[in-house]
T-cell receptor
Framework: QKEVEQDPGPLSVPEGAIVSLNCTYSNSAFQYFMWYRQYSRKGPELLMYTYSSGNKEDGRFTAQVDKSSKYISLFIRDSQPSDSATYLC?????????????FGQGTTLQVKP | GAVVSQHPSWVICKSGTSVKIECRSLDFQATTMFWYRQFPKQSLMLMAT?????????EQGVEKDKFLINHASLTLSTLTVTSAHPEDSSFYIC???????????FGNGTRLTVT
C-alpha cells in the first residue's frame, strides 16, 4: 500500500464548476498537509498548507483535512480555464525535521471554457 | 517571498558529459534543499537532501557518485549529473523551505535531455 494515494484522473469539468480533489494516506503520524499546483514543464507551486483537521480557505480554494479518516481534499470553486493543471497532494511525516515530502501521484484537471 | 530559482531551465548534452544544475533561494537562507526528479506524467521522487556545509543524504537507489550535490552556501545548492546517459533524461526540480515547519517552495525545474 502506498503511503499516499491520489486519483490520477484526468478530470475534466466545465468552467464555473466546483472541483473536488482527494488524497488518502496510510500513516496516522502524518501531520502536515500541502496542495501544490503544477503547470506543464514548471515546478510545483504551493497552494495550501495545513496541519490541523478541518477546513482552511484561501480565495476560491479550500483545503480540508480529516485525520480520523486519513483523508485530505482540495476544493476549487468557480473553476477557471487557468486552473487547468496537475494538482499534487503532499504530506510531511510529523516527526521529520528534514521536511521530506511524500507526494501523491497527482490529478490532472482540465477546465473547459 | 520564498522564491527558489533554478538554472538552467533546460539543457541538452551529449552522452558521457556532465551537467551542473544550480538552485538558489533568492530571498531567504536555506540550510536544507531538496532535489527531486520527475518523469513524464509521474509524480515527484525525492533524490537527495542537500545540507549546507555537509554531505548530502541520498535516497535509496540514487547513485551518489552519479548525482553529485554541493551545498556550499546558505543560498546555493548544485546538482551535477556526471557521465550523463539517455536514461538520465528527466525533469529535475529543487526545493527549499524558510525554516522547520514551513512548507517547501520549488524552483521551476530543469529539463535535461541526453542525446
Amino acid at each position: 500500500q502506498k503511503e499516499v494515494e491520489q486519483d490520477p484522473g484526468p478530470l475534466s469539468v466545465p468552467e464555473g464548476a466546483i472541483v473536488s480533489l482527494n488524497c488518502t494516506y496510510s500513516n496516522s503520524a502524518f501531520q502536515y498537509f500541502m496542495w501544490y499546483r503544477q503547470y506543464s514543464r514548471k515546478g510545483p507551486e504551493l497552494l495550501m498548507y495545513t496541519y490541523s483537521s478541518g477546513n482552511k480557505e484561501d480565495g476560491r480554494f479550500t483545503a480540508q483535512v480529516d485525520k480520523s479518516s486519513k483523508y485530505i481534499s482540495l476544493f476549487i470553486r468557480d473553476s477557471q480555464p487557468s486552473d487547468s493543471a496537475t494538482y499534487l497532494c503532499a504530506i510531511v511525516h510529523g516527526s521529520s525535521n528534514t521536511g521530506k515530502l511524500i507526494f501523491g501521484q497527482g490529478t490532472t484537471l482540465q477546465v473547459k471554457p | 517571498g520564498a522564491v527558489v530559482s533554478q538554472h538552467p531551465s533546460w539543457v541538452i548534452c551529449k552522452s558521457g558529459t556532465s551537467v551542473k544544475i544550480e538552485c538558489r533561494s533568492l530571498d531567504f537562507q536555506a540550510t536544507t534543499m531538496f532535489w527531486y526528479r520527475q518523469f513524464p506524467k509521474q509524480s515527484l521522487m525525492l533524490m537527495a537532501t542537500s545540507n549546507e556545509g555537509s554531505k548530502a543524504t541520498y535516497e535509496q537507489g540514487v547513485e551518489k557518485d552519479k548525482f553529485l550535490i554541493n551545498h556550499a552556501s546558505l543560498t546555493l545548492s548544485t546538482l551535477t549529473v556526471t557521465s550523463a546517459h539517455p536514461e538520465d533524461s528527466s525533469f529535475y526540480i529543487c526545493s527549499a523551505r524558510v525554516g522547520q515547519g514551513s512548507p517547501l517552495h520549488f524552483g521551476n525545474g530543469t529539463r535535461l535531455t541526453v542525446t
